[in-house]
């Protein structure tokens, strides 16, 4: 086994959750803007693929050196030992990006990494003529900041959002990395009641029920890395091994997921479906004005419409005034709204306890916490 650097991305606002993933799993981290670095080995490339809910990919950093000058980039990117990665026959496309920096054109910076790292393979494989690229893919970016270029290589391949359950959405669907931020960031625990009344196709429903189980995110998808000659087929089989053994199919849960139109219902059926989640999750198509319970103690998390069209904002305000009613007779009920509108606080008739920026895309939220005054009973539970 071989001791790399890794990086697990980020969105903007999430990295200390992401950070306390890491660090659950076992490992020291190290937190930049959007990025959380750790080291591990081939085996932890594959635990954290498959464990890491609120992170966007995790990469491999296999260099990192001053680059003012594009000869300092080639020679910079030459210098690294490629040949530890990359066998002769693999597919290496390369991406790039630049912030403040004099090599500014990124094309420019990787059509000069391409072209380095293919002087460095053919040296290595001792090939003449071109390198035919038939073989594994390795994802490789080149990042420029303030000077400093990062050579990194994607483990994951498509984002870690990507669960493997979401079979259709909606027309502004909530990412599930941040579906299970909000959920994480709640606190909320399984044996405690969950709603979102405006479920939309059923994330952040169906992610509180992968965290109220324990089942690692990853389960149902594959990784680009799972190509590569290097990371063994035993190492994947083994890591899903240890997911299906902490995995806790039996623990019971009590999740409601609600949306006013019955198409986003119907969507969120079928995704509970492709998750393993069917009889999990109770749906039913109303609005979040007709909720009522008996049970207390329960966690509502929600993202409700931003009201952006014209036209829409009255209704969704009446709507969150109402909600704001409603649930000030479910004093024990804790309630999380992702908003983009500064005045949900006003609108909902009560302070919130707590607000955390987060970015719904590329859309400026908050996150309004209102704790609930737990019962003594469930307090005693969870101690």
């Known amino acids: ?25 076992g490992y020291t981290t190290r937190t930049e803007n959007g990025k959380v670095y750790f080291e591990g080995d081939e085996k932890d490339i594959a635990k954290t693929n498959l464990w890491l809910r609120v992170a966007d990919r995790v990469k491999i950093v296999v260099g990192k050196f001053p680059a003012k000058t594009f000869e300092q980039l080639f020679e910079g990117v030459r210098a690294i030992e490629w040949e530890k990665y990359l066998p002769v026959d693999a597919e290496f496309p390369v ?6 920096s004099k090599l500014f054109s990124v094309p420019d910076c990787q059509a000069i990494t391409k072209k380095a790292i293919v002087e460095r393979m053919k040296y290595y494989y001792k090939r003449l003529g071109f390198l035919e690229e038939t073989g594994a893919k390795y994802k490789i970016e080149v990042s420029i900041l303030k000077d400093e270029a990062t050579l990194t290589i994607d483990t994951s391949g498509a984002g870690l ?16 990395t941040l579906a299970a931020a909000l959920v994480y960031i709640s606190k909320w625990h399984p044996n405690r009641p ?19 189980q324990n089942i690692a995110p990853g389960y149902n998808r594959d990784f680009i890395s799972e190509e590569w000659p290097w ?6 089989d083994e890591v899903r091994l240890e997911v299906e053994d902490i995995a806790k199919y039996d623990q019971p849960l009590q999740i409601f997921g609600s949306d006013i139109d019955h198409r986003m219902v119907e969507i969120a059926k079928t995704n509970a479906r492709e998750a393993g989640f069917s009889d999990l999750i109770s749906w039913k198509q109303m609005q ?22 014209i036209g829409d904002k009255e209704v969704l305000e009446k709507m969150i005034r109402d909600m704001g009613h409603m649930m000030s007779q479910y004093p ?12 949900f606080e ?9 607000k955390r920026k987060l970015f719904n895309g590329f859309i400026k939220t908050d996150y309004y916490q209102f704790w609930g005054k737990r019962t003594p009973k469930q307090t005693q539970d969870e101690s």
């Open 332 to 343: 024990s009920w804790s309630v999380y709204m992702l908003s983009s509108m500064e005045n």
């Open 346 to 354: 006003a609108l909902y008739g009560k302070k919130a306890t707590k």
């Open 161 to 176: 959002h990507k669960r493997g359950y979401r079979i259709n959405q909606g027309e502004a669907p909530l990412k599930e």
């Open 288 to 309: 979040v004005t007709d909720f009522t319970t008996h049970l207390t103690d329960g966690v509502m998390i929600g993202n409700p419409p931003y009201g952006e069209r």
């Open 95 to 100: 991406s790039g990006k630049s912030v403040k």
């Open 1 to 25: 086994m071989t001791n790399y650097q890794l990086v697990a991305t980020a969105a903007m606002g999430l990295e200390s959750i992401v950070a306390d993933e890491l660090k659950a799993l």
């Open 194 to 212: 969950f709603v979102d009344p405006f479920c939309g196709s059923g994330t952040i429903a169906l992610e509180a029920a992968m965290i109220g």
């Open 231 to 236: 990371m063994k087929q035993k190492i994947w």
